[in-house]
């Protein structure tokens, strides 16, 4: 079993930057890819950036130059610091663990760009 906790979501006006973080903990193996996901209000959930533990990324075209995936595999964690942030941008983003046909996922913590 794995356990993510996320943390650094909030408040943030249009064009401002924020940093998530995931602490991963368990069973964690080598072959993983960690990143984030977001859902909106009654939209469904969407990929917004991965990262392997080789160091290959993925992003959504919505956030490519935007927003830059991380990860620190020696301390199990993952971060996503966004810049320019968007009113679209707005939603509940979750980390999330991939290895095989296992995962699992954060509790979510919340994304709001508004003036």
């Known amino acids: 079993q794995v356990v993510l906790v996320e943390s650094g979501g909030g408040l943030v006006q249009p064009g401002g930057s924020l940093r998530l973080s995931c602490a991963a903990s368990?069973?964690?193996?080598?072959?993983?890819?960690m990143g984030w996901y977001r859902q909106a209000p009654g939209k469904e959930r969407e990929l917004v950036a991965a990262?392997?533990?080789?160091?290959?990324?993925t992003y959504a075209d919505s956030v490519k130059g935007r927003f830059t995936i991380s990860r620190d595999s020696a301390k199990n964690t993952v971060s996503l610091q966004m810049n320019s942030l968007k009113p679209e941008d707005t939603a509940v983003y979750y980390c999330?663990?991939?290895?095989?046909?296992?995962?699992?996922w954060g509790q979510g913590t919340q994304v709001t760009v508004s003036s």
């Open positions: 999330n663990y991939k290895r095989g046909l296992f995962g699992s």
């Open positions: 990262i392997s533990s080789d160091g290959i990324t």
């Open positions: 368990g069973s964690i193996f080598r072959g993983n890819v």
